[in-house]
């Protein structure tokens, strides 16, 4: 019962494999460059312009796993290169190859496409897979942390200062990275009732978070009390501008993410909760938080 894995050397792909080894199941995993071996893993060299490659990551697995996208580019080509030609690579091979299931990674950003242009191409790329003719379940995940991450580490860092700037009033849901690899490899067990789904996980808390609570729990995580101010809409633009020109294609405050960031509303909906029968948060915020913290003091990024 293999598991074909796209994206599996990123944040949540490698996340996904420490839970399959821990589980005992093997994985086909597409890598763009060479990986060290790893038990239970079989690396494919290529990526999601590869038709090649595609083809033999999805020979003979049960269920592709489509985690690859891409959160930050310059333009919407380079978005829609990344998330949707991408998927539409992926989903073809796993047709051509005779793979019924088909897990989809999209995002929250892809219920408000007009936001943003990663929104945009989420959305782009759901719509790939919902007509695809597979056995599909899509998964948008909220925030995402956890160990290895490096874009929510950006608040652990700030709260070092005790000053985090947040966005403009609003909530958010959050989740941890092993629990996200927990649902999507449940979700791979071949069960009818979760297809067609598109399922919203958190960590559980009802209503999600404020992003003044959010910023007092990284804050507490790293021992510190911190001031959280919000920035009105136009000064979390200005910021992007300039993130944008100081530090180029690595920045992590583009205008494109402004514009999602500035957006009140990124709680997970209820209407489409994962049925707890297949699957419940483990790691709640604090606890979590803490965690990741002393993860990141571990590998000296703190």
């Known amino acids: 019962m293999t598991i074909a894995v796209t994206?599996?050397?990123?944040?949540?792909?490698?996340?996904?494999?420490?839970?399959?080894?821990?589980?005992?199941?093997?994985?086909?995993?597409?890598?763009?460059?060479?990986?060290?071996a790893r038990d239970g893993v079989t690396w494919?060299?290529?990526d999601l312009q590869d038709e090649a490659a595609l083809a033999e990551l999805a020979q003979g697995a049960a269920t592709v796993l489509h985690i690859a996208g891409v959160v930050n580019a310059p333009d919407e080509a380079g978005f829609h290169v990344g998330n949707v030609a991408g998927t539409e690579n992926v989903v073809a091979a796993a047709r051509q190859q005779g793979v019924r299931r088909f897990i989809h990674v999209s995002s929250l950003a892809a219920r408000e496409p007009g936001l943003s242009l990663y929104g945009k191409s989420k959305r782009l790329a759901e719509e790939v897979v919902q007509t695809s003719g597979l056995d599909w379940t899509m998964v948008r995940p909220p925030a995402v942390y956890g160990p290895r991450d490096t874009e929510m580490f950006e608040l652990f860092r700030a709260a070092r200062w005790r000053i985090m700037p947040m966005p403009p009033p609003g909530r958010t849901s959050i989740i941890h990275v092993a629990d996200l690899a927990?649902?999507?490899?449940?979700?791979?067990?071949?069960?009818?009732?979760?297809?067609?789904?598109?399922?919203?996980?958190?960590?559980?808390?009802?209503?999600?978070w404020t992003h003044k609570e959010l910023a007092r729990?990284?804050?507490?995580a790293v021992g510190k009390s911190v001031w959280a101010p919000s920035m009105p809409r136009s000064v979390l633009m200005f910021a992007a501008k300039i993130d944008r020109k100081l530090r180029g294609d690595g920045a992590k405050l583009t205008p494109d993410r402004a514009k999602y960031m500035a957006w009140p509303d990124w709680v997970?909906?209820?209407?489409?909760?994962?049925?707890?029968?297949?699957?419940?948060?483990?790691?709640?915020?604090?606890?979590?938080?803490?965690?990741?913290?002393?993860w990141y003091r571990s590998e000296g990024w703190l």
């Open 7 to 36: 994206g599996a050397t990123g944040f949540v792909g490698q996340a996904v494999l420490d839970e399959a080894q821990a589980q005992g199941r093997p994985v086909r995993a597409l890598t763009r460059r060479d990986q060290p």
């Open 44 to 46: 494919i060299r290529g």
């Open 182 to 208: 927990r649902l999507l490899l449940a979700l791979c067990n071949n069960d009818p009732q979760h297809h067609q789904r598109i399922y919203e996980p958190d960590d559980g808390r009802p209503g999600g």
């Open 217 to 220: 729990a990284v804050g507490a």
């Open 268 to 294: 997970s909906a209820r209407g489409k909760n994962v049925p707890p029968a297949l699957w419940s948060p483990q790691i709640i915020g604090d606890q979590g938080f803490s965690d990741t913290a002393a």
